[in-house]
T-cell receptor, first 111, second 115 residues
Framework: QKEVEQNSGPLSVPEGAIASLNCTYS??????FFWYRQYSGKSPELIMSIYSNGDKEDGRFTAQLNKASQYVSLLIRDSQPSDSATYLC???????????FGSGTKLNVKP | GAGVSQSPSNKVTEKGKDVELRCDPISGHTALYWYRQSLGQGLEFLIY????????KSGLPSDRFSAERTGGSVSTLTIQRTQQEDSAVYLCASSLRVQNNYGYTFGSGTRLTVV
């Protein structure tokens, strides 16, 4: 079983819609969760972090964490074509110094 | 520096040759990580440095891979006797400290092609 699982997609949404990206993780001891965006041919860039159960909002982005279900999601409201990228979920386990990355979900926002 | 700097940005090498990849982390970042990303794949952890502590080498795929970090700053990843399966983008990242909730900042990567 992989540490972090994501649907590879592609997930296609029309411009202006809400894009919902999901991630599950295997270790209940995980404590920090991150979403990275990676444009084609570029390196990942951090867009959201979340540590507590519930929602965390930052502009058009909302991260949701449910530790009981070992599930973290990223919602992108009012999706724009510029949001088209691969979104990587990363998890840090308690007392581990490295992050475990999912393989990413490719998002296509159609004008 | 302002960001994580990696060099070279691209490297084409012949099978069997050795290569060195360089990473200069953000000033003041004590933790440094190497990952690699093969085409269409996720990030694979290679090695992690924190200050003067012994590095976590648990992700290195074979003994052909090694890395060092001098003076707690610049790091070099060395691949000896390169093989075609070593072709990937090698990403370096740094973060403020070990038990961090700050996430990584990645460099722009070195694209290695072994022919």
């Amino acid at each position: 079983q992989k540490e972090v699982e994501q649907n590879s997609g592609p997930l296609s949404v029309p411009e202006g819609a809400i894009a919902s990206l999901n991630c599950t993780y295997s270790d209940r001891g995980s404590q920090s969760f991150f979403w990275y965006r990676q444009y084609s041919g570029k390196s990942p860039e951090l867009i959201m972090s979340i540590y507590s159960n519930g929602d965390k909002e930052d502009g058009r982005f909302t991260a949701q964490l449910n530790k009981a279900s070992q599930y973290v999601s990223l919602l992108i409201r009012d999706s724009q074509p510029s949001d088209s990228a691969t979104y990587l979920c990363a998890v840090r386990r308690y007392n581990f110094n490295k992050f475990y990355f999912g393989s990413g979900t490719k998002l296509n926002v159609k004008p | 520096g302002a960001g994580v700097s990696q060099s070279p940005s691209n490297k084409v090498t012949e099978k069997g040759k050795d290569v060195e990849l360089r990473c200069d982390p953000i000033s003041g970042h004590t933790a440094l990580y190497w990952y690699r990303q093969s085409l269409g794949q996720g990030l694979e952890f290679l090695i992690y440095f924190q200050g003067n502590s012994a590095p976590d080498k648990s992700g290195l795929p074979s003994d052909r891979f090694s890395a060092e970090r001098t003076g707690g700053s610049v790091s070099t990843l060395t691949i000896q006797r390169t093989q075609q399966e070593d072709s990937a983008v090698y990403l370096c990242a740094s973060s403020l400290r070990v038990q961090n909730n700050y996430g990584y900042t990645f460099g722009s990567g070195t694209r290695l092609t072994v022919v």
